[in-house]
């Protein structure tokens, strides 16, 4: 298989002769080192194959053994090429295309982002994209270690991140940083102290001891578990309360909605600016003058061909025209805007608390509109407090 190819590169001719002495023509062909392949007699008629450049030198052979040769065919790179010597836009053509098969792995073609939660891919991408790694990049120009260290400083969400480069693509491994339970180390001795007001249901005495009973009511800050013991000797000692205490508790959520109010909406009206990034240029596609009142959101659309991305990325920016209007809101319209906002309260405030029941309550005036919320819950209400031990 190589040796036919190395053949076809350098191009070969197909011949046949005819005459008294083919035999003869044979050896001197060797004599002279002159390869010959694929070697046919029939009929009196010799068919073989030499390189090109060898056949000039067979004529001579070919008169000294009474051989007349005829050329059969001409195949190979050399006769390929030849017929295409006139279209100089098709050489061209194909230079091009094979720089740019050259040239196109060099870049950037897509940017992946895997392990973010809560920190979304664009906000990863666009520092990613200010630091140097972005569709269009040299890759060559990508100092993974130095980013990486940039990344986190501009990232303070991330505790660990790896850039890795497979082939034109980038995949930007990260792992967010958990936030730190505010815990007083177990080594240091603290009490257990109620975090807010409630009636205890049950208390639960890992450590420490217990400072109150069930159905006991229980003020915010009050005395849970205390750290200091008695030892089997009497002393007293301390150590590091812990335990958990669940109580019935009241909580109350309230929220004032305005009647008249100032809103923003959209016209409708909207105006388009499209550029183009090809290998880190960028490029505008339209210019448009932007007049005030408008507002902008950004979209971003690497373009692909099939399942491969291109390093080509088509930003467009609309912008939308927005007028502020007064508004004055029915009370049903009030009150879904207040039962929205109570939603977002629940879910911030109350999101490890197991609510038993709630009551609302809904006054109206001719200004605004308040909603207040009574909730029953069940919670565990001890929170750490530190012992400050001195020496006496």
Known sequence: MLLRSIRWVKGYVLFQGDGMLPERFLNLAARAGIELWQIESTGGILRARTACKNYKRLRPLAV???MRLRVKGRKGLPFYTRRYRGRFGLLAGAAVFAVT????????????????????????????AEL?????????????????????????DVSWMAINIQGSEVTIELKERAAPPNMIPD????????????????????????????GEAVVKGQLLISGVQEDETGAAKVVHASGRAIASTRRTLRV??????????????????????????????????????YVRRSVARQVQFGEIRL???????IWEEQ???????????????ARLQIETMEQSQLQNVTIKNKEEQLQIDENSLQFTVYYTCEE???VENGIVVTDS
């Open 101 to 128: 098969l050259w040239l196109l792995p060099q870049f950037v073609w897509g940017v992946q982002v895997h392990g973010n939660v809560t920190l979304s891919e664009d906000e990863v991408k666009n520092v990613m």
């Open 132 to 156: 140097g790694v972005a569709p269009g990049a040299m890759i060559k120009n990508i100092d993974a270690e130095l980013i990486e260290q940039s990344a986190m400083v501009r990232l303070p």
């Open 380 to 382: 565990d209400i001890a």
């Open 64 to 66: 000294k053994s009474r």
């Open 311 to 317: 390093p080509v990325t088509i930003y467009e920016e």
């Open 256 to 293: 004032e909605v305005p009647l008249q109010q100032d809103v923003v909406t959209a016209t409708g009206k909207t105006i388009v600016r499209r550029r183009i990034r090809i290998l880190g240029a960028q490029l505008p596609l339209n210019l448009a003058v932007i007049p005030e009142g």
């Open 323 to 337: 007028k502020t209007k007064h508004v004055t809101l029915s009370p049903q319209e009030a009150e879904q805007q």
């Open 187 to 214: 080594e240091q001795p603290c009490n257990m102290v109620a975090g807010y007001d409630g009636q205890i249901l049950r208390l639960e005495v890992y450590t420490g001891s217990a400072a109150v009973k069930e």
